[in-house]
C-alpha cells in the first residue's frame, strides 16, 4: 500500500533503534521525517545523514513539528509519558518495546489513547520464523498446544562493541536487564498459546560482565488454554540464539534462527521444512513491522499488538523481575 503523503511522522530517540526506523521510513516512501535527539553530537550527524529536520526536546518537538504519527524510540522508561504526549497531541503512536519498565501510567496510556493507532514494537512478529510458527499453530498442523520453550541469548558486551554497555539502558537498574530486553520472547509465547499468568521465575543478576541488573531468567508461564510455556533469555551466555520448540497434541514445530521451522510427527520424523529465506536480510522484519503499522494507520484497524498485548507482556516480564511469585492467575484475561 503506497504511503499516504499527509503522514508527518516524529521519531522520539535517535539511537540504534530511531535511526533505523527514520531510514526505514524513508525507504518506505515517507517524506516529512524528523527526530528528536537531546544529545546534540548524535543529533547533528543524523540530520545530516537523513537530511531531516531535528529537535532537541519532546514537546517542542511535537508543537513545532505537528506530527500526525509519532515513534517513541527513547529509552524505555521514558516511553508511557512520551506516549501520553504524542496521543495527546491526537497522533496516532508506535512505541518500541518494552511498553515501559513499570506499569504505573500504562492504564492512563490505554484511556487517553483511545480512537488512535497504538501499536508496541513486536519485529519478532514478522521475523519469516516466528511468522511460520505462528501460522503452523493457528492452522492445527501440530494439533493443540500444550508445551512451548521460547528460548534467546545474545552476548550484551557485543550488542554494540563500539559503546561501553555498561552506560546503556540495558545497564541500568531501572529500566535495564535480560528480561526487559528479551520481552519478545514474553510476547511471542502469549501470541501463540494466549493469555497467560507467571507461574515461577529463576533470575540470575549479570554479575559476571559487572552489571547488577538481571542478566539471566527462566520464566515459566501457564496459559489460559491449558498449554505451559518456558522461556529462557540472557545477555550473559555467549554468542546469539534464539528459537522455539512447540509441542502440541498431533506433532512439533521446531524453529531455529537462522535455518528455518521444521514441522515434524509425534514420533520426531519430519513432515516438511520451511527454511529461511536465502539471504534473509534482519532489517526486513522492521521493514515489514512499520509497513504493517502504517496500513493500520491508513485503514484505522487495531494493531494486533497494540497497549493491550504491551502490557499483558509488561506484567509477565515485571512479576519475573521484581521477583513476585505470588502473580498466579492475575495475569489471566
Ligand atoms: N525492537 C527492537 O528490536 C529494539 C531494538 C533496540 C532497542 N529497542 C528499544 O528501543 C529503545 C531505545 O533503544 P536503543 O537501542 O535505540 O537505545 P540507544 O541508547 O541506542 O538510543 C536511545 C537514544 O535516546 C536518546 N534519549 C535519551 N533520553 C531521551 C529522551 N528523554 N527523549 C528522547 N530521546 C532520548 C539517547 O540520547 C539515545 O540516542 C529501548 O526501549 C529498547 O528496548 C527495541
Known sequence: MPVSPRHRILVLGGGSIGRRHAANLSLLGVRKIAVMEPDPVKRAALGKELDIETFNDASGAIAAFRPTIVFVCSPTKEHVPQA???????????????????????????????????????????????????????????????????HAASYLPDWRPQDDYRSSYSADPLQGGAILDF???????LWYCGPAALLHAAVEPAAEIGLTVDGKAVMKLGHSSGASSEISVSFVKKGYERGCTIEGTGGRIAWEYGKGVRLERKDGSAMEF??????????????????????????????????????????????ARHGNRDCRGRNLA
Not at 183 to 189: C, G, N, R, S, V
Not at 276 to 291: F, G, S, V
Request: hydrophobic share 45%; glycine share 8%; with cysteine.
Open 274 to 319: 520451511f527454511p529461511e529465506p536465502p539471504h534473509y536480510e534482519p532489517n526486513r522484519m522492521y521493514l515489514d513491522e512499520i509497513a504493517y503499522f502504517l496500513e493500520c494507520v491508513e485503514n484505522r484497524s487495531t494493531a494486533f499488538s497494540g497497549i493491550i498485548e504491551g502490557k499483558a507482556a509488561l506484567a509477565i516480564a515485571l512479576a
Open 183 to 189: 520481552i519478545h520472547e514474553i510476547d511471542l509465547a
Open 84 to 150: 501520553l504526549l504524542a496521543v495527546r497531541a491526537n497522533a496516532d503512536a508506535f512505541i518500541e518495546k518494552p511498553l515501559s519498565h513499570a506499569m504505573e501510567g500504562t492504564g492512563e496510556l490505554e484511556r487517553v489513547a483511545a480512537g488512535r493507532i497504538v501499536m508496541i514494537g513486536c519485529n519478532m512478529r514478522f521475523h519469516p520464523g516466528p511468522r511460520k510458527v505462528k501460522e503452523l499453530i493457528d492452522s492445527g498442523a501440530a494439533g493443540r498446544v500444550v508445551r512451548a520453550h521460547i
